[in-house]
Nanobody, 125 residues
């Protein structure tokens, strides 16, 4: 059974930082591309970043470029999202997602098979 569990969200002041984590079990983590997404109330789910199994990030959406960094530790089956210089507009539920094994990165949520329950990030102004 595949499990995807995010953690690390919370309340932070504008300009602050958070580091999200996502642990995966039930998949060959070292062979799957992973992505971070977010969804604010009333908005569509937005793809933020993706990293392939080699640990090479393939994209960041414009709104987070230069502020967010995706990384992974395959020895720990864990994905990370370091978020710096947070803004109130970053407030959303953040999700990590896994593709099926041996597929490449994608910015589309439809390309991902496995999702966590999300972790809430709230940035106060």
């Amino acid at each position: 059974q595949v499990q995807v569990v995010e953690s690390g969200g919370g309340l932070v002041q504008a300009g602050g930082s958070l580091n999200l984590s996502c642990t995966v079990s039930g998949l060959p983590f070292g062979a799957v591309a992973m992505g971070w997404f977010r969804q604010a109330p009333g908005q569509e789910r937005e793809g933020l970043s993706c990293i392939n199994w080699r640990g090479i990030s393939t994209f960041y959406t414009d709104s987070v470029k230069g502020r967010f960094t995706i990384s992974r530790d395959n020895s720990k089956n864990t994905l990370y999202l370091q978020m710096n210089s947070l803004k109130p507009e970053d407030t959303a539920m953040y999700y990590c997602a896994a593709r099926a094994a041996y597929l490449s990165c994608s910015g589309s949520s439809y390309a991902y098979n496995y999702w966590g329950q999300g972790t809430q990030v709230t940035v106060a102004s």
